[in-house]
């Protein structure tokens, strides 16, 4: 493997570590031995900026599953760097964090930094992966390591009830995805992102691409909490406050943006995929806003703007998607290119300012044991530094100059005023709906940054509403990290070009790489002032909009709507779980009736639709007997005797006696398959059969006679309708397999077991090279799924309940 390869999975294997390293070094706090992988990464990946700075990429393939066309391909691109160097750089703070948040004496540091680093490594295995189903397994790798640490208190019911929502959600949009990806190996025939975006030009008319693309930002939406599934996101801040930092405001919920962003030369210019974009993310920015106003909780606030920055980075993408439609090198797509731009640059900012609120508001609750709005108030003497960390971060959140998020927000503004002017896809129409409802979600915005500044930090200091008797600033330590997210805050806002050509431009070229002429580079040239456009005007607009809105605060927020915090859509998640229960209750209870009988009709009538269905809708009833080899005499005389045994089991009254008929059945079936020349199912069936008569003759021999039974035989008519049917389709199947293969020329399977096991598995034994390497993958798996529920009895048995779990 590459260094880069290294690289993705050195957090799994600094993991591995972990619990030795907490078990045996006690006095030194776990977070420090972690936090120097992360910053390693950071400075090995910031070497790769003069590559992409240059409009090239870096690509190590090392092969996994060749034969499926499934390898671990790294990839390293502009938009590919910018996530890495989002991960591992607050990364790098959130280690440093938490070492100071958590303590080594109460937490279980050992699962905390084991559960940060697996996020960690299957977040860089996400935005390198180039290979779809590598980057679908390191997806689903994000959601069991996010819902791991949303429930490290697993104490608490909220952080359990949030853990599982998170995982419900986002793996069911995985799955959907996982959908998606294999829709597109159907058109293109490769798992390659590199050769679907050669092949999009091929694929824009396929009538798969549409439920290719929908499946696909279904897993999108539900990692980054688009509206309707944004609600795992507010319970997800049940976890402690290092892991909302990282997971919640700069890494995980960006996944999604991520895919949207790597998938856009794909589908960018269909009109389905820049309606849905847009219209989800602009609904999103404005639900996500709204919703923050009412809540009383600070996390809340920052987890609900957190869903409205999501939704905004999300339409400036569908936007921007707009510039594909228009050719390469036309005016016309560079020009509308400007929502990509908005949202690559709003992408860092957003990490940079939620980041340091988030840090931030974790001070203010560990200090004051509070982050309810209604208790909190005249901090800002109190707690000096942490007042500083907040008014930069939320003036840059509000869109307030002259701070990274006031450029970020008139670049928003930008470009939904030039898409507003598009002439595709109806926007002629619908175009100005984009401006009105940004500029009412900026607004917003406004008013929830104000109400968490002005509740936390003014007023008067009411020590008693706290839970810490002496409410003081923070170490120097918990401070290091927001202070330098916040300070990033301050130089991107007064030098947003330190950015422009090495992270930016290059992150653009990889989004919108059919905009471009050869050797052409999207002009970004950032800075505050403009003239007197409507750009500023809208920004004065939702600065004095959102002024007066916080001055009748007190009216507004006597209504319902306000004291309502919880989004009306938990009460659909909630009831739907409780009826996905509800139903799996009563199928369960249908279907598990205790009864062999039961469980074997079920298997055979599902098994007799399918082949019903499969022979209806390929027409592959095909009867013939004529080349049909002859059955001799003694296979005649053997059938029928192996049937009369059978048939006689039933009646038998003497167990020793049914054992030695049932013995007697499997020799007879040796004898099948020696006519049929299988030698070594001969002997296995003679070997276990034997071992099998002798240990049940001895089990039984000591057990009493069995009695008659009294009872009114019943004739069950499903049950001889299903025996019909199944003797049926296994002679129609014999019959119609045969004559296919006969007069279609349609080779059976085994023939291509017969012509490769010895050249392709290097074995002479064909039973045994199917079962060794054919099934080598399908026998591990079962190996697996076996030594899975080994390991889980033997922790039950281990792990047994003492009464003092929920100390």
Not at 17 to 25: A, E, G, S, T
Not at 396 to 406: E, I, R
Not at 522 to 537: D, K, M, R, S
Request: net charge neutral; charged share 10%; glycine share 8%.
């Amino acid at each position: 493997m590459t260094a880069l390869h290294w690289a993705t999975v050195s957090p799994f294997l600094l993991a591995i570590l972990v619990p030795f390293l907490y078990k045996y070094i006690r006095k030194i706090h776990t977070g420090w031995f972690v936090l120097a992988l992360p910053v390693f990464l950071f400075i090995y990946f910031i070497q790769f900026l003069p590559v992409t700075s240059n409009g090239n990429v870096v690509k190590h393939t090392v092969p996994w599953v060749p034969s499926l066309g499934i390898n671990f391909t790294v990839y390293v691109d502009g938009l590919s760097l910018l996530f890495l160097l989002l991960i591992t750089g607050i990364g790098s703070l959130v280690v440093l964090y938490s070492i100071y948040y958590l303590s080594k004496k109460t937490e279980s540091l050992n699962n905390f930094y084991v559960y940060l680093l697996m996020f960690m490594g299957a977040m860089l295995g996400v935005v390198i992966s180039d290979n779809l189903i590598v980057l679908y397994v390191f997806w689903e790798l994000t959601s069991l390591a996010s819902s791991l640490l949303i429930s490290y208190w697993f104490h608490r019911e909220k952080s359990i009830y949030g853990a599982q929502k998170s995982m419900l959600i986002t793996v069911f949009g995985g799955f959907a995805m996982l959908g998606g990806f294999s829709l597109l190996y159907v058109m293109t025939n490769t798992f390659s992102i590199r050769g679907i975006i050669e092949q999009a030009a091929v694929i824009a008319n396929d009538p798969l691409i549409l439920p290719a693309m929908l499946l696909i930002l279904l897993g999108a939406f539900t990692k980054s909490a688009q509206f309707p599934f944004h609600i795992w996101l507010p319970d997800a801040m049940e976890a402690p406050t290092p892991v909302s930092a990282y997971l919640h405001s700069a890494t995980m919920v960006k996944a999604g943006i991520y895919l949207v962003a790597r998938l856009t030369p794909v589908f960018g210019g269909l009109p389905e995929w820049f309606w849905i974009i847009s219209v989800f993310g602009i609904f999103t920015l404005l639900w996500g806003s709204v919703s923050a106003v009412r809540q009383k909780d600070l996390k809340s606030i920052l987890a609900y703007s957190t869903i409205s920055q999501l939704g905004l980075i999300m339409a400036l993408l569908g936007l921007g998607s707009a510039s594909l439609y228009y050719g390469t090198g036309t005016e016309a797509a560079l020009y509308y290119s400007a929502a990509t731009l908005a949202a690559v640059f709003h992408l860092i900012n957003h990490a940079t300012f939620k980041g340091g609120l988030f840090m931030a508001v974790g001070i203010i609750d560990h200090e004051t044991g509070t982050r309810d709005i209604r208790k909190l108030g005249g901090l800002m003497a109190i707690m000096p530094i942490t007042f500083t960390i907040s008014l930069i971060g939320l003036a840059a959140m509000a869109g307030l100059p002259p701070l990274n998020g006031f450029l970020s927000k008139e670049m928003f503004f930008t470009g939904i005023l030039r898409a507003s002017e598009l002439d595709i896809f109806n926007m002629q129409t619908w175009g100005l709906l984009f401006p009105v409802v940004g500029w009412i979600a900026s607004v917003f915005t406004f008013v929830y940054c104000t109400i968490m500044f002005f509740k936390t930090f003014t007023g008067k200091f009411k020590p008693e509403n706290y839970d810490v008797k002496h409410v003081h600033e923070a170490p120097i330590g918990m401070l290091i990290s927001p202070i330098i997210l916040v300070s990033l805050v301050v130089i991107f806002g007064f030098f947003p070009n330190l950015l422009s050509y090495t992270v930016i431009e290059p992150a653009m070229a990889a989004i919108l790489p059919g905009v471009l002429d050869e050797g052409q580079r999207f002009y970004v040239n950032i800075y505050h002032w403009h003239g007197l456009n409507t750009e500023l005007l809208m920004t004065i607009g939702v600065i004095a909009v959102g002024v007066f809105i916080y001055l009748t605060a007190k009216k507004w927020m006597q209504l319902n709507i306000y004291l309502k915090e919880r989004d009306p859509l938990n009460y659909v998640y909630d009831q739907s779980l409780v009826g996905l229960i509800k139903g799996s209750t009563s199928v369960t209870q249908i279907q598990m009736t205790g009864l062999l009988r039961d469980y074997f009709a079920y298997m055979i009538t599902f098994t007799i639709l399918l082949l019903g269905y499969t022979f209806i809708r390929y027409d592959v009833f095909a009867i013939d007997t004529v080349n049909v080899a002859t059955i001799s005499p003694y296979m005649w005389i053997l059938t029928l005797v192996f049937i009369a045994a059978t048939l006689s089991v039933p009646f038998i009254n003497h167990r020793i006696t049914a054992i030695i008929i049932v013995g007697v059945i499997g020799f007879l079936l040796a004898l099948f398959f020696a006519v049929f020349r299988a030698p070594d199912l001969v002997l296995t069936q003679l070997l276990v059969e034997t071992v099998m008569v002798v240990l049940l003759l001895l089990a039984f021999y000591h057990l009493p006679e069995l009695r008659k039974e009294k009872f009114t035989p019943r004739f069950n008519g499903v049950n001889l309708i299903i025996s019909i049917a199944v003797g049926i389709f296994v002679t129609v199947t014999a019959f119609s397999s045969f004559a296919l293969s006969t007069s279609n020329g349609i080779e059976p399977i085994s023939q291509f077991f017969v012509e490769n096991s010895y050249t392709l598995a290097a074995g002479k034994n064909m039973v045994n090279v199917i079962l060794v390497d054919f099934r080598g993958l399908d026998t591990l798996l079962e190996v697996l799924v076996l030594g899975i529920a080994a390991l889980g009895v033997v922790t039950l048995i281990k792990l047994r309940m003492t009464g003092r779990e929920d100390v």
